[in-house]
């Protein structure tokens, strides 16, 4: 018997605080105008100094499991995509198990930077898949407020603080009736490290350090490498990228999301963005957005759905699935 794992339901979080570009630029040498032109955003979410990234997780998760019509006991893998844990261990996973009183099953983080989601997505699909669990919590948790250097412009304007949970379960082929994760097609590149990393952690400096990124490089690889994952996944799955009715993108600059969209002869009206009033919540950005696609009622049960990311490492990649 062949088994797919479809989501079930999805929840998002974002902390109460919201830092518009005016306030941050009676901090530092930017401007409205110029963080908009650039990248699309208006304003980001901050977590309050006492939530940690397992709090935004377990709040995303419980409207996950309530969109899902489902409770704790119907869990049996929690898997966190992040890059800002609470502690350096245990898991932030294992810490969100208990909050949320879930008492079977796995628990495990997965860190790939903004593409964290991909890859916890394409790893929980197969052990769904495997038959080795039944229901799991996938959740793109962040404060990536705690690791900006909130002195330098070119990165403190473009992050923000956030989650995003998917519940997915495995069904059969009767069951799942089409729906479900189809395929994904995951990417590393570690000679690129310099471009986009932290100065800091646990076995290099024993502290947590700063991001660092030479944000001009990383954008000249972004819509390459993003297009060519994205072809790649739909190829495997014998369709064409204009299959797809929606397109949920990794939220790091609303012109790398334009410029896939013309490179693969998307609608504009296809694509799910939320950068504007989120900034980039790296691995919490995709399920957020397709939160809100599903919230306001776009994505509906069925549809065809192509998220895709890229992020430290690099590491890029996408998946589809059918909502
Ligand atoms: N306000 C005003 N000026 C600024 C700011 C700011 N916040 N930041 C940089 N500048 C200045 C620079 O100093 C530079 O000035 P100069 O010409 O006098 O030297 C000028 O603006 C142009 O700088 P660039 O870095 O070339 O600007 P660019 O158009 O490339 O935009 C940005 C910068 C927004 C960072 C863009 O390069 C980008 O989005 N890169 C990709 C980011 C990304 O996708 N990251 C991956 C995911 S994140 C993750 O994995 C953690």
Not at 114 to 125: K, R
């Amino acid at each position: 018997m062949s088994l797919t794992a479809i989501v079930r339901g999805c929840g998002a979080y974002l902390p109460e605080n919201v830092l518009t570009n005016e306030e941050l630029s009676k901090t530092v040498d930017t401007s409205d105008a110029w963080i908009r032109e650039r990248t699309g955003i208006k304003e980001r979410h901050i977590a309050a100094k006492d939530e940690k990234t397992s709090d935004l997780a377990a709040h995303a998760a419980r409207a996950a499991l309530k969109s899902a019509g489902m409770d704790a006991s119907d869990i049996d893998l929690v898997v966190v995509a992040t890059t800002t844990p609470d502690l350096t261990f245990p898991s932030t996973a294992a810490i969100v198990q208990a909050k949320l009183g879930i008492e079977q099953g796995a628990a495990f983080d997965i860190q790939a930077v903004c593409t964290g989601f991909i890859y916890a997505l394409s790893t929980v699909e197969k052990f769904l898949a495997s038959g080795q669990n039944k229901r799991a919590l996938l959740i793109g948790a962040e404060t990536f407020s705690r690791i900006l250097d909130w002195t330098d412009r070119a990165t403190c304007v473009l992050f923000g603080d956030g989650a995003g949970a998917f519940v997915l379960e495995a069904q059969d082929e009767t069951a799942a009736a089409g729906r479900g994760v189809m395929n994904s097609y995951l990417r590393c590149d570690g000679r690129l490290v310099d471009l986009l990393y932290v100065d800091g952690g646990v076995s290099a400096t024993q502290s947590t350090g700063h991001v660092r990124m030479e944000g001009n490089k990383v954008f000249r690889e972004a819509v390459i490498r993003i297009s060519e994952a994205m072809e790649r996944v739909v190829a495997d799955a014998c369709i064409k990228v204009t299959d797809i009715d929606w397109f949920v993108p990794h939220q790091a600059n609303e012109r790398i999301i334009k410029g896939v969209v013309k490179k693969l002869d998307l609608r504009p009206d296809q694509v799910i963005t939320t950068i504007a009033g989120q900034g980039n919540t790296s691995a919490a950005s995709i399920p957020l957005a397709y939160c809100a696609g599903v919230d306001d009622g776009r994505i509906k049960q069925g549809d065809l759905v192509l998220l895709e990311a890229m992020g430290g490492g690099l590491t890029w990649g996408a998946a589809l699935m059918r909502a």
